[in-house]
């Protein structure tokens, strides 16, 4: 074991050593889906990330479990200065885990930092409005906006702030420091990510003390691991054991699997094809035989039904495989190639969605090339303007609870993963953005996702259930945002 490479502390160096062992009280293992490709918490779009970092990192604002937006390390809720100024008045007395104070200095640091071009974070689709910010004084920050935004509070309870000194340092995104509950133990590349317990954190210290996070990509291990007792929370358990493991416990998600299509592209530029990628899919068969039930076929839009600017008149799109081949052969699209890039094992029945999609698309006459990523070089395409593959199968979550977040992440050109050259539909979504009037802003969203359902600029599945399971020691209710916040966790032994 490499303690000085990874930085392991004493108390996790022994932990480690007795990961066969986990019946600690106190300690609890999660098993993730995949790796995390950074600890930087402001630099990628990474689930697995965010399933650490929450834990170390906090944020201006927050959300209880019922998805309430809340002051964080804000003291109070902001207030709006004007048109596009916010004002923050920040908790006194916190600290980084390095010791570096948690000030208007470091707000100002971590706004600017991850809006900056040359970060080139792709979490911008969350800021897309965001101009900087000032400090006032030691204790209360200004944050401005390139136009009125509505939502300003709630995008800061998604950016997490960051130590200004260490923030520039070459070990901070593999040896995160922050403000949270949890600080950073150690990184085995491969194997595990150990946090331990915070005892000097603002909000009171956490009852467990370690954290083991679990790279195991494949389900059945996972489940394996929780049935044998040595996981303790698993991620994306499939349906079909909800009736077997010790407890599973599901919650109404904000995530809908998309598949966004690039209408650049020779084969999917052509408008009559992406109908017909739409309407050659059965949804509620997907749902039914591929979910068990614990998703619905979306209704042809991204927006999440829990968010503002969902579209109430939009339906899912029609299954009509017959209309589907009709429209490959006219367009002269029929024995065409085209690549469809995907995830095995990230998100919940993300293989079994790609296999199912390709045959359906087989079904109307097109050649499906599907290919299956690394998780970062995944990523690292998703988020490539320049090479854009024809389509891509993601998991789009709306953390926001604003039509503004996914909106700007797959159709806005130039943001996020969109793959379209549509310069006015672009201005439409930062029109919307701005406008301060609720019911102007939800007809625009209204026209919006409109348009873009008849454009067929992607074909959204299904909005899915996010679905654990939990060893019978846990005490533990999932968070509509599907945050794994582990102090909000127990353990009843």
Not at 192 to 200: F, K, P, Q, S
Not at 233 to 260: K, Q, R, Y
Not at 313 to 321: I, N, V
Request: charged share 20%.
């Amino acid at each position: 074991m490499m303690v000085k490479k990874y930085g392991l502390s004493a108390v996790a160096m022994a932990a480690a050593l007795c990961l066969s062992f986990p019946g600690l009280a106190q300690d609890i293992w999660i098993g993730l889906s995949a790796e995390p490709s950074t600890l930087d918490p402001q630099a990628r779009d990474d689930g697995s990330e965010r399933a650490v970092s929450d834990n170390v990192y906090e944020a201006l604002m927050a959300r209880n479990a019922q998805g309430e937006l809340i002051p964080g390390l804000a003291a109070a809720e902001p207030v709006q200065v004007d048109e596009t100024t916010w004002e923050f008045k920040l908790r006194e007395g916190i600290s980084f885990h390095n010791g570096e104070p948690f000030n208007a200095d470091a707000v100002v640091y971590s706004v600017n930092r991850v809006i900056a071009p040359e970060f080139n974070s792709e979490q911008l689709s969350y800021y897309a409005s965001i101009n900087g910010a000032e400090a006032v004084d030691e204790y209360t920050v200004r944050i401005t906006t390139s136009g009125a935004d509505p939502i300003l509070p709630s995008r800061m309870y998604w950016m997490k702030m960051v130590p200004p000194a260490y923030g520039e340092d070459p070990q901070f995104a593999a040896a995160p420091v922050g403000t949270g509950p949890y600080k950073f133990s150690g990184w085995m590349r491969g194997s595990e990510i150990i946090l331990e317990a915070n005892a000097d954190y603002w909000d009171g210290e956490p009852e467990i003390d370690l954290v083991h996070y679990r790279f195991i990509a494949e389900p059945g291990a996972r489940l394996a691991g929780l049935m044998s007792g040595e996981l303790d929370v698993i991620t994306n358990l499939l349906p079909e054991f909800v009736d077997v493991v010790p407890n599973a416990v599901t919650v109404e998600g904000l995530e809908t699997s998309v598949i966004v299509l690039s209408t650049e592209n020779p084969v999917t530029g052509i408008p009559e094809v992406r109908q017909a990628l739409n309407i050659a899919i059965d949804r509620n068969s997907l749902a039914e035989n591929v979910f068990g039930g614990y998703a619905q076929p979306a209704r042809g839009q991204l927006v999440n039904p829990a968010a503002f600017g969902f579209n109430e008149a939009l339906e899912a799109y029609p299954y009509d495989p017959e209309g589907a081949r009709a429209l490959i052969e006219s367009s002269g699209a029929a024995g065409q190639t085209i690549t469809l890039l995907g995830q095995a094992g990230r998100w919940l029945k993300d293989r079994e969605q790609l296999e199912a999609v390709a045959a359906y698309w087989q079904a109307t006459g097109l050649n499906v090339n599907v290919e299956i990523d690394e998780w970062g070089a995944y990523l690292t395409r998703l988020f490539d303007p320049a090479n854009r593959p024809d389509a891509v199968l993601a998991v789009n979550s709306d953390e926001v609870l604003d039509a503004d977040r996914p909106l700007s992440w797959a159709y806005q050109m130039g943001e996020g993963a969109s793959s379209n050259a549509d310069a006015e539909l672009a201005e439409w979504i930062s029109q919307a953005r701005m406008e301060t009037d609720v019911e102007t802003r939800a007809q625009l969203y209204g026209e919006i996702t409109q348009h873009v359902y008849d454009g067929n600029y992607a074909v959204p599945l299904l909005n899915m259930q996010d679905i654990y399971g939990v060893s019978g020691r846990m005490e533990w209710q999932p968070r509509v945002d599907a945050k794994l916040i582990v102090k909000e966790m127990s353990v009843n032994e």
